[in-house]
């Protein structure tokens, strides 16, 4: 009598979505401790931890994700590969910091009270220099999605 019981496709479902959560999750921690390397003028976090608190938390990101994967596995869960294209992503996201752009000219301001002459132009460059910089990354992005790469026909 080896008959091996397996769950049904909800249940399967279920655990995968709640480990992708947990991953989730795991990859905001992740995004916390290292926050301290990014270049970005407006930081969220203090960086409190101790180098021995950051190794600490590394490996216990590593043995969860480890662990959630085995139980799937044992369970014979399929675990679903990435779905969406990195470029795809970075696209959609610039798409929308040049959409913020814009509503930051002195057109879009003006709802928040006129925005004294002597400002407006100078804002308008600004914000025309930043988008053409998100837009000159698009293209390049986009051009580059067309160009067959080395190893594809």
């Known amino acids: 009598m080896n008959e091996q019981i397996e769950l049904n496709e909800h249940h399967q479902r279920r655990l995968v979505v709640s ?4 991953d ?5 921690i992740e995004s916390v401790m290292t926050s301290g390397a990014s270049l970005s003028p407006f930081p969220k976090y203090i960086q409190d ?6 190794g600490l938390t590394t490996k216990l990101v590593a043995t969860l994700r480890r662990q959630l994967l085995e139980m799937l596995i044992a369970r014979g869960v399929d675990v679903p590969g990435p779905t969406i294209s990195s470029r795809h992503s970075i696209l959609t996201c610039l798409g929308y910091i040049d959409i913020a752009m814009e509503e930051l000219k002195p057109r879009y301001l003006k709802g928040y009270g006129p925005v004294p002459q002597s400002i407006a132009p100078d804002l308008d460059r600004s914000v025309e220099d930043l988008q053409a910089t998100v837009r000159a990354t698009i293209s390049e992005l986009k051009a580059q999605q067309n160009r067959p790469t080395a190893g594809s026909r």
Do not use: F
Request: glycine fraction near 0%; charged fraction near 40%; aromatic fraction near 6%.
């Open 49 to 54: 931890l101790s180098e021995r608190e950051k």
């Open 24 to 28: 989730r999750l795991l990859a905001d």
């Open 19 to 22: 480990c992708q959560y947990m």
